[in-house]
């Protein structure tokens, strides 16, 4: 199939966009921040448009992956919800609490999710705060944190800095 003058193959964009949703974005959040009907997105994406205008490539282009709309990464939150097992909370526990599922709190703390909604980032550090003085009810979740390598808050200098080690000393104090 030939290209008309002015489209490009849809495919280079639906790689974008992929990475996009990689990165924590929505369709309806890239079709309004490309200024694109929703349809245009999701025929991008499921091959139905086998070309796409230049304009609206360029308008998909220029979104980064790591700037989706409320969206924040992962890794204080996951070494909060560390922390709180290596105390004994549950991570079923600490979900409820925050409102979310066990799906979501397993995938942040192995790492599958790089980015989280900034409401669901507060809703765990809100569980953090409330629990952190308060050893938790659960023996088998301390044994898992601890063979996992998890750490408690006082190893960490700055929870969220992604550049931050464990202090190593605070860590075994706390184990």
Known sequence: METRPGYIPAALIARHIA?????????????????????TVHGIVTASHPHVHQRTAVAVLALAPCNAPNRVPTLGTARRIQALAVMGWPLAHIGHVAGMYLTQINDVVAGRRK???????????????????????????????????????????????????????????SA
């Open 19 to 39: 990475a996009l949703k990689d990165g924590g974005w929505t369709e309806p959040e890239i079709a309004a921040a490309a200024g694109l009907d929703r349809s």
């Open 115 to 173: 980015r989280i909604t900034r409401a669901q980032a507060e809703a765990i550090d809100a569980v953090y705060r409330a629990l952190c003085t308060t050893p938790g009810p659960s023996p088998r979740t301390r044994t898992i944190a601890a063979r996992n390598g998890w750490v408690p808050a006082q190893a960490w200098d700055d929870i969220d800095n992604p550049a931050a080690l464990p202090q190593r000393h605070a860590a075994q104090v």
